[in-house]
């Protein structure tokens, strides 16, 4: 089974400033997704960015990116310009890459990020 | 509709009743997922449909759980005899089954309390 582990539970930037969040994983498999997860107060799982393991190059989206090392099994996401509306709780997912029964998401626990202004 | 819906959310409800939570998945979606999230703690799966069938009822914690989904859209899940500990936010997701991006779509959960 694919296991998602997220060691910091808690992280702070200042507004402007470039932050880090780690993320190990675990899987027999060579061909996956590998996604993080924004989880504001208002509850709802906001997608930030996707990464497929055959893709070499690096997924990034405007201020996000990711350093996707699959042989290190490490998946951490670079905010970059930290603002105020991204403080909130970050999950890493995994799914594999195969349909139906298979395609679940496994999450880490989190972490809290917040935003000193 | 335009995203995943949940209902209701928030459910307050005293230790041994039975509750049940509503999710109507984007329309055309034939896979739908419900998650539980414990305070502080990630996302834990309970159920996968694929259409009407549950092929992964794997992360259901106890016979007292149970789900079902009609049509191919709306899903229940079902918590009988609620215990305290079953105090969650339960989220429901969905995806096109043959989609290639591996993206689930959340809706904002239900926030259950047992008192």
């Known amino acids: ?117 | 509709g335009a995203g995943v819906s949940q209902s209701p959310s928030n459910k307050v409800t005293e230790k041994g009743k039975d509750v049940e939570l509503r999710c109507d998945p984007i329309s055309g979606h034939t896979a739908l997922y419900w998650y539980r999230q414990s305070l502080g703690q990630g996302l834990e799966f309970l159920i996968y449909f694929q259409g009407n069938s549950a092929p992964d009822k794997s992360g259901l914690p106890s016979d007292r759980f149970s789900a079902e989904r009609t049509g191919g859209s709306v899903s229940t899940l079902t918590i009988q005899r609620t215990q305290q500990e079953d105090s969650a936010v339960y989220l429901c997701a969905s995806s096109l089954a043959s989609q290639n991006t591996g993206e689930l779509f959340f809706g904002e959960g239900s926030r259950l309390t047992v008192l």
């Open chain 1, 1 to 117: 089974a694919q296991t998602v582990t997220q060691s910091q539970p808690e992280m702070s930037v200042q507004e402007a400033e470039t932050v880090t969040l780690s993320c190990t994983y675990d899987t027999s498999e060579s061909d996956y997704y590998l996604f993080w997860y924004k989880q504001p107060p208002s509850r709802q799982m906001i997608l930030v960015i996707r990464q497929e393991a055959y893709k070499q190059q690096n997924a990034t989206e405007n201020r996000f990116s990711v350093n996707f090392q699959k042989a290190a099994k490490s998946f951490s996401l670079k905010i970059s310009d930290s603002q105020l509306g991204d403080a909130a709780m970050y999950f890493c997912a995994y799914r594999s890459f195969l349909t139906g029964a298979n395609s679940k998401l496994t999450f880490g626990k989190g972490i809290t990020l917040s935003v000193r202004p």
